[in-house]
């Protein structure tokens, strides 16, 4: 089982910057795909931005180039730079292991239980 710890939100200003972490601890399988989802009030959890062992991406189209995700495998770690925050974009975020690549976007198929998330909150 592998179990997943988000950190690194917190309360920002409209146009600022943020730096989400993910830290995995316990045993992962192959294929090492990592995902960030997020989930506001009253909404269904969604999807952020993905990413393959090798360093491949793929971005929810709302994000507008806005956010970058990457990963250190030597520290089991993936990040999610965000820059030119909206008001929008205040939610929990989490990461999670998608169960195939085909199925990054989709939050209901992920491999792993939901950690606790970070919450990112953006104030106009």
């Known amino acids: 089982q592998v179990q997943l710890v988000e950190s690194g939100g917190g309360l920002v200003q409209t146009g600022g910057s943020l730096r989400l972490t993910c830290a995995a601890f316990?045993?992962?399988?192959?294929?090492?795909?990592r995902a960030w989802y997020r989930q506001s009030p009253g909404k269904q959890r969604e999807f952020v931005a993905a990413?393959?062992?090798?360093?491949?991406?793929k971005y929810a189209r709302s994000l507008r180039g806005r956010f970058t995700i990457s990963r250190d495998n030597a520290q089991n770690a993936i990040y999610l730079q965000m820059h030119s925050l909206e008001a929008d974009d205040t939610a929990a975020y989490y990461c999670n292991v998608p169960i195939a690549w085909k199925n990054c976007e989709d939050p209901s198929k992920v491999a792993a239980s939901w950690g606790q998330g970070t919450q990112v909150t953006v104030s106009s």
């Open positions: 990413i393959t062992a090798d360093g491949e991406t």
């Open positions: 316990g045993s992962l399988w192959s294929p090492n795909h």
